[in-house]
């Protein structure tokens, strides 16, 4: 018998893809899928050639306590329609509405934050972040983070256990991968990410000058060799 796993993401940009992901890698004789996500053409095509049920819910960003309420009431809704074997959560409000939502009807739920919430905010803001990521912790049967960083965050920031702390690291499938003609074309490569800390710009200028450090360095030591 297989079993069933609602996704439930406020986000169909980046995340989008990672669950895309996940549902195409997936074993389809052990695994059935639904997907509570916001309206999405492409999402929702996706999943209905792929025979998997789409309920539209934004998942409002902002903090109104009766926006948020009447999401959480539906995503329980549709838990108890679908009745699935466990919840898979994304980002900020999808993880804590989802986490809510799997500890009311009692359903098993992994949390994968996509960088946690409380990461952009300094002051008050990050502590009231901080102190909903930790609310939410105790509903939490497993922490899927995307990057060892994360789940450093999630076991020495927030106290997770170590056993309930696990390593699946962003990738993309290599026939994702462009590929080029001519050998020797210049190969563009670059990034698109919004300007927060977690998407971690700097790192990208660093590795970015390394390369380019590296290219020059070997066409000089190319032309010494040469006049050698």
């Not at 406020?10 to 997936?26: E, F, R, W």
């Not at 998942?59 to 009745?83: M, Q, T, W, Y």
């Not at 898979?88 to 804590?96: I, L, N, P, T």
């Not at 050998?183 to 490569?189: M, Q, R, W």
Request: zero cysteines.
């Amino acid at each position: 018998m297989s079993m069933k796993i609602i996704h439930i993401s406020q986000s169909t940009g980046g995340v989008k893809t990672y669950v895309t992901h996940i549902l195409n890698y997936a074993n389809k004789n052990n695994y059935n899928f639904a997907i509570i996500a916001p309206e999405n053409a492409i999402f929702e095509e996706y999943a209905a050639k792929n025979g998997m049920p789409y309920y539209r819910l934004d998942l409002h960003r902002g903090n109104n306590p009766i926006k948020n309420l009447v999401s959480l009431f539906r995503i329980v809704a549709v838990i108890k329609k679908e009745k699935p074997d466990l919840l898979h959560v994304h980002s900020a409000k999808g993880g804590f509405l989802g986490r809510l939502a799997a500890k009311i009807t009692n359903t098993r739920v992994i949390y994968t934050p996509h960088a946690f919430s409380y990461l952009p905010f300094t002051g008050l803001s990050r502590v009231i972040y901080y102190f909903l990521e930790l609310l939410t912790k105790s509903s939490t049967d497993l922490l899927l983070a995307i990057s060892y960083s994360e789940a450093n965050r999630a076991i020495y920031e927030l106290g997770y256990e170590k056993r309930k702390v696990k390593v699946i690291a962003n990738s993309l499938p290599v026939n994702d991968l462009p590929t080029y003609g001519k050998t020797g074309e210049k190969l563009n490569i670059r990034m698109i990410g919004r300007l927060t800390y977690q998407k971690n710009h700097m790192l990208f200028l660093e590795i970015a000058n390394l390369i380019y450090n590296f290219q020059f360095s070997a066409r000089v030591f190319t032309i010494i060799v040469r006049m050698i």
